[in-house]
């Protein structure tokens, strides 16, 4: 069965360098998360969108942003990276809210040097 | 704002011993969810519980909401060495389309 995937699986930047992470979900699924998870951390919430809108927003820095595109993959820009931002980024995906579970991609590793 | 909290934060058990995670909400969630994550890989979902007292088993797992529907636990019997990861649980933010996650228990199972 297809699963979330994501590109690239590593990322290695310098600082105040630009990143995009993509992510292609699973097909007929409506939603998107973007989640970072830094070392021996929970997953914490950046953004989301259901049917290419922006759903909800967490704790993504202004320097961050994303978009849903219209064959529903989803793109995360981030800016002027910092040592800090060093973390996995996972995507899910579900279909609707969030009652049903998330499915997430193997995430991408960004290492900010 | 709304939190979900989970002990204990590792766990260390010898393989054939059981296992609890507990997790509490500050709200009262419309369901909860548990992942599980093997070290070095991405959260998988295990299961949605809905009814308040509901619960449901998994093999070896056993999941349980609590009647206010603002606890829950995890418990798995004679662990395995497979069942070593990190299990968090979840639950849907109040008017959001986000899911929060509690900080997740990190097993560790010893042959």
């Known amino acids: 069965a297809a699963g979330v995937i994501q590109s690239p699986r590593h990322l290695i930047k310098e600082k105040r360098e630009t990143a995009t992470l993509k992510c292609y979900p699973i097909p007929r699924h409506d939603t998107v998360y973007w989640y970072q998870q830094g070392p021996g951390q929970d997953p914490q919430f950046l953004i989301s969108f259901y049917e290419k809108m922006q759903s909800d927003k967490g704790s993504i820095p202004d320097r961050f942003s994303a978009q849903q595109f219209s064959d529903y993959h989803s793109e995360l820009n981030m800016s002027s990276l910092e040592l800090g931002d060093s973390a996995l980024y996972f995507c899910a995906s579900s279909f609707g809210d969030s009652n049903y579970g998330y499915t997430f991609g193997s995430g991408t590793r960004l290492t900010v040097v | 704002g709304q939190q979900v909290m989970q002990i204990p934060q590792y766990q260390h058990v010898q393989e054939g011993e059981d296992f609890t995670t507990y997790c509490n909400s500050s709200t009262t969630l419309s369901n909860i969810q548990w992942y599980k994550q093997r070290p070095g890989g991405h959260p998988v979902f295990l299961i949605q519980?809905?009814?308040?007292?509901e619960v449901k088993k998994q093999k070896r797992l056993t999941f349980q909401f609590g009647e206010a529907k603002k606890n829950s636990s995890l418990h798995i019997t004679a662990t395995q060495t497979t069942d070593v990861g990190t299990y968090f649980c979840?639950?849907?933010?109040?008017?959001?389309?986000?899911?929060?996650f509690g900080a997740g228990t990190r097993l560790f199972v010893k042959a």
């Open positions: 979840a639950g849907p933010h109040t008017g959001g389309f986000k899911t929060i």
């Open positions: 519980l809905v009814k308040s007292g």
